[in-house]
């Protein structure tokens, strides 16, 4: 066992350093290289805010994004000049809120438009300093590309931050590639961005409507939640397509059109076709809603791009819910403060390719629970504190609840062709849900490959290469179903696929340089099959399967390459089960019971002598000694008178035979 720790160290000390040197050396101090950890730059595990101080802080948010709503709706109605003239509307007593009425033209708000009014102002060295939080009502649009400089939203030491909102309306954050677009928050004091978050930061939020993101870096904005995280995509209560006109006249806004027409059936079309495939496999539909916080209607989801940009710093790099068909590629999240991507709820058709979340303090990619057909492709997570990759089907609800949840699981999630390297837990970790893909990855130094777990069912683990992973390479445990894990190559680590609790198909699996077990089968596993695996290594065992309970199918697995490192005493211990116990005392009984009779045969006589007639002469009868016996049989003769005769009949009545 010593030197199978040596020789896995020895093996895992160049990867560790490699690590540190491709992702800057971020171990400080006198750490040694050997004990540096890819993560180590990496913001902390715990988080270093103020909890309470920042809780309060985004109800107050909250409460002022409520507030600006109304006052939108009065002036509206009660100030339609004002309305109709389509120019920003300072709103003071809401912490110096401007709102950007939507322009009588619906053309976009610019960066020049903004500086006109003084909303930005301009910095010695270029940049541009926005002192007032936006608000975009339904038909508004901002667009912040073409900036001469970066623009820095204030977030001073003071407690005053400032935000961009957008409700229903379009938010377009785009550079070019020769001229990305620069976002960050800003402490005029000190001169630099705002790194710390216990007095609230600035942020950016869209509810509902449509949101363009490319060629673009956001950088150390947003605090504490998800609606509050740097820049968050989330659902409304109002949808972009309602025309307000039509919404006085008691009109509900409809498609005017042939072309508009055919559109709206076909949208109704296709989604009632995702509906039945959702139902078919047991999957909630995206109407069901239970959040308060979160919650959407089907026509309301936020919907949009976010391409070549990069977030840095942020409380959570990249925070999306209630969107549809989202699409994400060519992006970089690092550094945050909490998770890189996180797809919380009601997150459904989104596309994830070529996307890298690294050095977060916590999870690189989330995929919450309510979020479904979600595809992430091509994409690296590395080096986070949490999981690689962590998707969540389980149920909203286990029961009834006050907001009567439905109790299915969600799912049809995909991760493949992606990477997952040197991060602090998982590399990918599946929890519950149905109907999910994790194929063709490259999962490697993590502390576990990839774990499958809490009773998720119809789960495909195939093709996923896994090297030098701690513990587990592949891990399905805790109520799994109708899981296959097949067709991985497995280097490394103590344990290459453990099965725990649940039913799998383990199929066509090679598994090297495993230091513990080459496939473990713990707890109840009937019905799970391990068959055509190549097994190499040393260890204990290469099928470690007596804590298994249950039928399991084992055939045509090949060990020859294995090399048993165990013990004696462990290998007894391996023997022994309680029908083994039992055999060995029916064997041990069989010769007690042989090896007794063969010493008795040595002194035994005429095996019926207690059945013959016993022999007694007249001399002893009558206590004389004779000296001589007949040779026939003795017959003791006696009279009731008390005297003797030797002869006669065997018959008379007073003779007996004894």
């Not at 720790?5 to 400080?28: F, I």
């Not at 938010?171 to 004091?189: A, F, M």
């Not at 042939?258 to 009632?272: G, H, I, S, V, Y």
């Not at 713990?522 to 290469?542: D, K, M, P, Q, R």
């Amino acid at each position: 066992m010593l030197v199978s720790l040596l020789r896995r160290g020895c093996a895992l000390l160049p990867l560790t350093l490699l690590g540190s040197v491709a992702l800057g050396g971020a171990a400080a101090g006198t750490a040694s290289a050997a004990d540096a950890k890819p993560w180590d730059a990496a913001p902390p595990a715990t988080y270093q805010g103020d909890a309470d101080h920042e809780a309060a802080l985004v109800e107050a948010e909250e409460e002022r994004i409520l507030a600006v709503r109304k006052k939108v709706s009065l002036i509206r109605w009660q100030d339609q000049d004002t309305y109709r003239a389509g120019k920003p509307k300072l709103d003071e007593p809401n912490d110096n809120t401007v709102i950007l009425i939507p322009k009588t033209n619906r053309a976009a708000y610019t960066v020049n438009d903004l500086l006109a009014v003084g909303i930005l102002t301009k910095q010695a060295d270029g940049g541009l300093l926005l002192e007032n939080n936006l608000f975009l009502p339904p038909k508004s649009t901002l667009s912040l590309g073409g900036a001469s400089g970066p623009i820095r939203m204030r977030s001073g030491a003071d407690g005053t931050f400032v935000s961009i909102v957008s409700i229903g309306g379009a938010l377009d954050l785009s550079g070019t590639e020769q001229k990305p677009l620069v976002v960050q928050s800003w402490d005029p004091q000190a001169n630099e961005p705002d790194t710390l978050t216990n007095d609230g930061r600035a942020y950016i939020r869209a509810i509902g409507g449509e949101v363009m993101v490319r060629h673009a870096d956001f950088s150390d904005l947003g605090f504490w939640s998800g609606s509050t995280a740097g820049v968050a995509l989330t659902g409304t209560d109002r949808s972009n397509s309602i025309d307000p006109t039509r919404i006085a006249s008691g009109e509900p806004a409809k498609p005017s059109g042939k072309t508009e027409r055919n559109a709206a059936r076909d949208a109704r079309r296709q989604e009632q076709a995702q509906n039945d495939v959702l139902a078919k496999n047991g999957i909630t539909d995206l109407n069901v809603l239970d959040d308060p916080e979160f919650a959407t209607d089907e026509d309301t989801f936020v919907s949009g791009e976010v391409s070549d940009s990069t977030f840095t710093g942020n409380a959570f790099g990249l925070f999306v819910s209630g969107a549809k068909s989202l699409n994400i590629t060519d992006t970089v999240i690092q550094r945050s403060l909490v998770d890189g991507l996180v797809l919380h709820r009601y997150v459904s058709s989104g596309s994830i390719e070529r996307m890298t979340s690294k050095l977060n303090g916590g999870t690189g990619f989330t995929l919450a629970r309510a979020a479904q057909h979600i595809n992430i492709q091509d994409s690296i997570a590395e080096a986070n504190r949490g999981d690689g990759f962590y998707l969540s089907g389980e149920a909203l609800a286990d029961g009834p609840s006050v907001t009567g949840a439905q109790t299915k699981p969600w799912g049809s999630n995909t991760v493949a062709n992606s990477y997952s390297r040197n991060n602090a837990h998982n590399g990918i970790e599946v929890v519950g849900g149905v109907n999910l893909d994790v194929n063709n990855n490259e999962i490697t130094g993590n502390d576990m490959g990839i774990v499958v777990r809490s009773a998720a069912s119809k789960v495909s683990v195939t093709a996923n290469r896994l090297v030098d992973n701690a513990r587990h390479a592949v891990s399905v445990r805790d109520g799994v179903t109708d899981a296959t894990v097949s067709g991985n190559a497995i280097s490394g680590g103590t344990t290459g696929i453990y099965v725990r609790g649940s039913v799998a198909e383990v199929l066509g699996n090679t598994v090297k340089d495993a230091d513990g077990h080459g496939v473990s089968f713990v707890g109840a596993v009937a019905g799970s099959s391990i068959t055509n695996n190549f097994l190499a290594g040393e260890g204990s065992s290469a099928l470690d399967d007596h804590r298994s309970s249950g039928k399991v199918e084992v055939s045509d697995n090949v060990t020859s390459s294995w090399v048993d490192t165990s013990s004696i005493w462990v290998k007894l211990k391996s023997w022994i089960h309680p029908m083994t116990l039992i055999w060995l005392f029916i064997a041990f009984l069989i010769l007690f019971t042989a090896a007794r009779g063969r010493r008795a045969r040595g002194v035994m006589g005429a095996p019926y002598s207690a059945q013959l007639p016993h022999q007694v002469t007249a001399a002893t009868a009558y206590g004389e000694e004779v000296v001589s016996r007949p040779a026939a049989r003795t017959i003791d003769i006696r009279k009731a008178n008390g005297t003797k005769r030797t002869g006669g009949s065997t018959h008379d009545d007073d003779m007996a035979i004894v």
